[in-house]
């Protein structure tokens, strides 16, 4: 693919631009880039993972430290190291495993926008995972025990409901 700026060099970097629902493809040489003031990954006016991660947990792009919500990143703090959530914004980890307990609230969303759901929903592995797949079969079950009572079949809702006692009996001396 060539440049669409200069119609000579190969397109090396290629964009794309959303605005309003409305997707824009560019693909420009480095020349043209530069030229033209693109983010260059890797540039010393490039990309910035700062920038990304910002995105993504509601920060200011500016770098600011603002937050949409109520409390602002500076008073949320890891009692276990001390570190707050704007540390935490600018370096992309936490500091210890505490930190997930003292920044939850601000995590589901964030887990929510990057993955799509919140809750694990891939494979379980064989030998570790007997527990994890005990409880999405009594989720299931639920799910069906509901679905059986509103269409009123409380003969077939009452084995589920005892199906689910079972299991919960097993998972609490298991």
């Known amino acids: 693919m060539v440049c669409q700026e200069c119609?000579?060099?190969?397109a090396t970097l290629h964009f794309t631009k959303i605005v309003n629902?409305?997707?824009t493809e560019f693909h420009f040489c480095e020349t043209c880039a530069r030229e033209k003031g693109e983010l260059i990954p890797g540039a010393s006016n490039g990309f910035s993972i700062h920038s990304l991660l910002s995105g993504l947990l509601d920060l200011d792009p500016a770098g600011k430290g603002q937050v949409?919500?109520?409390k602002a990143p500076e008073m949320l703090r890891c009692e276990e190291c001390g570190m707050t959530y704007s540390q935490f914004s600018k370096l992309g980890r936490f500091g210890c495993s505490s930190c997930y307990k003292y920044f939850s609230d601000r995590l589901d969303p964030l887990f929510k926008r990057v993955h799509g759901n919140t809750a694990h929903v891939g494979k379980i592995p064989r030998r570790s995972g007997g527990r994890i797949q005990m409880k999405r079969q009594i989720d299931e079950l639920k799910k069906e025990l509901q679905y059986r009572i509103v269409q009123e079949e409380f003969e077939a809702a009452a084995e589920i409901r005892d199906r689910i006692r079972e299991l919960e009996r097993g998972m609490a001396q298991g």
């Open 68 to 70: 949409s919500g109520s």
């Open 21 to 23: 629902g409305e997707k």
């Open 7 to 10: 119609g000579k060099r190969p």
